[in-house]
């Protein structure tokens, strides 16, 4: 996989795999969102967003969101477990603007709080302590 793609077979697409994870009891949550995690038979990790129009009136907004958690899922390293992060609160309104910079940070360290939390207990490729991750904008 190279720099910013993410390809189709890294991705979960299907209604059913979905509602089989959010079967599982969610693994993580923060202020914003929750993640579900489940082992899978494939060489890779694998990943859902849920980013509900109620939650995130703005397009622009959710596909921040579906973005950021990519970008963030790609750097974490993780193998065979399939995981959905699902937007659970609001994150902004309609009153205000869709994006800022200072949104797209907070979702970032959420969203990587959620990935570096269990990063051990859901398998990483390599046994390094420290997940590096930029939290720049």
């Known amino acids: 996989m190279s720099g910013g793609s993410f390809a189709r077979e890294r991705r979960i697409l299907k209604a059913d795999e979905f509602s089989s994870a959010f079967r599982l009891r969610p693994v993580q949550k923060t202020a914003h969102f929750v993640l579900y995690a489940r082992?899978?038979?494939?060489?890779?990790?694998?990943?859902g967003v849920v980013a509900a129009k109620r939650f995130a009136p703005r397009a622009a907004t959710r596909n921040m969101i579906k973005r950021v958690?990519?970008?963030?899922?790609r750097q974490s390293n993780l193998v065979n477990v399939d995981c959905i992060v699902r937007l659970s609160k609001p994150v902004n309104s309609k009153a205000g603007p869709a994006t800022n910079a200072q949104l797209k940070r907070d979702l970032r360290v959420e969203v990587l709080r959620l990935?570096?939390?269990?990063?051990?207990?859901?398998?990483?490729?390599?046994?390094?302590?420290?997940?590096?991750?930029?939290s720049a904008p």
């Open 69 to 73: 958690t990519r970008e963030i899922f």
């Open 115 to 134: 990935f570096v939390s269990q990063r051990a207990s859901l398998k990483p490729i390599n046994s390094s302590p420290n997940l590096t991750i930029s």
């Open 39 to 47: 082992p899978n038979d494939l060489p890779h990790a694998r990943l």
